[in-house]
């Protein structure tokens, strides 16, 4: 005969497990987050505990600036798109070329590029981001009218006692030539840039 185990009944009436909301603890670690951000983002200094909000930090900055640099990031951002509407870009070498130049005149008068970044609270990215964009202005933008010798001599004796002394005539020439070929480039970018704006859609936020 098989004997029959009796298996002792389990009471599962009372066995139900409540669980705790978990709201709470959410709630807690929410707030911590918010602290924190706060104290990162939310001031920007404290003077003998008291703290200046970086709300109104940028708001006084905002109106010392004037927008000038909303405006110089939308014409940087118009410059970057036309290239590429285009298909211009610039090489590395070429920005790297501009401040080989660019450090060898520093050096003649004394000085080091590093140290004249300095004086206009500038970094290496910013010179290289300035060059580049500037190139692209060149490559785009339509090549002046070549100055003529006949301005270059015009402009000579108009303008002869500002100009540099014990030089030749032809260094003279030279000078002036270039002077006012750069002028000419920079007037030609001018209006072509200013005609890109006008058919841009640019909208400051205010």
């Given at each position: ?60 900055l ?58 206009q ?25 070549e ?45 072509w ?14």
């Open positions: 005969m098989k004997k029959t185990t009796s298996k002792k009944p389990t009471n599962t009436v009372n066995q139900v497990t409540t669980k705790k909301p978990l709201w709470p603890f959410i709630a807690v670690l929410l707030l911590i987050i918010v602290f924190l951000t706060f104290r990162k983002f939310g001031v920007a200094a404290t003077v003998n505990g008291q703290p200046i909000s970086r709300l109104r930090y940028w708001q006084r905002e109106a010392l600036d004037n927008q000038r640099t909303l405006q110089q990031m939308t014409n940087e951002m118009l410059i970057k798109q036309e290239a590429t509407k285009q298909k211009v870009s610039v090489e590395q070498s070429e920005v790297d070329a501009q401040i080989a130049t660019y450090e060898a005149e520093l050096t003649k008068q004394g000085f080091s590029l590093d140290q004249a970044l300095e004086t609270s500038l970094t290496r990215a910013d010179l290289e981001n300035q060059i580049r964009l500037q190139k692209l202005l060149e490559k785009m933008s339509p090549a002046p009218t100055v003529t010798d006949e301005e270059v001599k015009q402009y000579i004796t108009e303008n002869k006692e500002y100009l540099p002394k014990n030089s030749t005539t032809i260094e003279l020439h030279n000078y002036v030539k270039e002077q006012l070929t750069i002028e000419a480039k920079n007037t030609a970018m001018e209006k840039f200013k005609e890109l704006q006008e058919q841009a859609k640019i909208e400051l936020i205010k």
